[in-house]
T-cell receptor, first 112, second 116 residues
Framework: QKEVEQNSGPLSVPEGAIASLNCTYS??????FFWYRQYSGKSPELIMS????GDKEDGRFTAQLNKASQYVSLLIRDSQPSDSATYLC????????????FGTGTLLAVQP | DAGVTQSPTHLIKTRGQQVTLRCSPK?????VSWYQQALGQGPQFIFQ???????QRGNFPDRFSGHQFPNYSSELNVNALLLGDSALYLC???????????????FGPGTRLTVL
């Protein structure tokens, strides 16, 4: 069973701090990873995608991938109350496919 | 540029009934995937359509079926509804080039189905 696992949280951080969201996966063949943000009652919105080992930065967001450890993370710098949402980690099942396997999501709460 | 659209936004049905949900993909996209998201869970893959055929299927019973039309829009049908089918149903679209590569999927706003 190929799985993507996340801590459900909630992760509470003060405004302006760095939020660190983590995800592990079981399929060593996984080549790409996606982070989606989902506000309560809304649909997932793509935040970042990462395909190679290392860091990828986009504004206040940095995705980190470590394929040897089967670990992917999302860092949010200068966290704002508007960042409060559930963050979903996802990876395609079985390589060249668009069947995404999602984690259960981590609820982030940024305290003003 | 219109994004992914879904209808209806909310739906209430009773056990045993049938329901049809609709999705129009983002402009330039021809592949549609459907996901079910129960409360507190991540989305679960139901199936995927392109070229008007079901190409991949997740671990869902035959009560869940679908269709894709020549204009790439899609329908999800669920027969003999159960209480456990209550969830947010998400449609995601992706472009033609994603045949042999993994490309970004863009989600629609979802349909909230409540089964009483």
């Amino acid at each position: 069973q190929k799985e993507v696992e996340q801590n459900s949280g909630p992760l509470s951080v003060p405004e302006g701090a760095i939020a660190s969201l983590n995800c592990t996966y079981s399929d060593r063949g996984s080549q790409s990873f996606f982070w989606y943000r989902q506000y309560s009652g809304k649909s997932p919105e793509l935040i970042m995608s990462i395909y190679s080992n290392g860091d990828k930065e986009d504004g206040r967001f940095t995705a980190q991938l470590n394929k040897a450890s089967q670990y992917v993370s999302l860092l949010i710098r200068d966290s704002q109350p508007s960042d409060s949402a559930t963050y979903l980690c996802a990876s395609p099942y079985g390589g060249a496919t668009n069947k995404l396997i999602f984690g259960t999501g981590t609820l982030l709460a940024v305290q003003p | 540029d219109a994004g992914v659209t879904q209808s209806p936004t909310h739906l209430i049905k009773t056990r045993g009934q049938q329901v049809t949900l609709r999705c129009s993909p983002k402009s330039g996209h021809d592949t549609v995937s459907w996901y079910q998201q129960a409360l507190g869970q991540g989305p679960q893959f139901i199936f995927q359509y392109y070229e008007e055929e079901e190409r991949q299927r997740g671990n869902f019973p035959d009560r869940f079926s679908g269709h894709q039309f020549p204009n790439y829009s899609s329908e999800l049908n669920v027969n003999a509804l159960l209480l456990g089918d209550s969830a947010l149903y998400l449609c995601a679209s992706s472009p033609l080039r994603s045949r042999t590569s993994t490309d970004t999927q863009y989600f629609g706003p979802g349909t909230r189905l409540t089964v009483l």
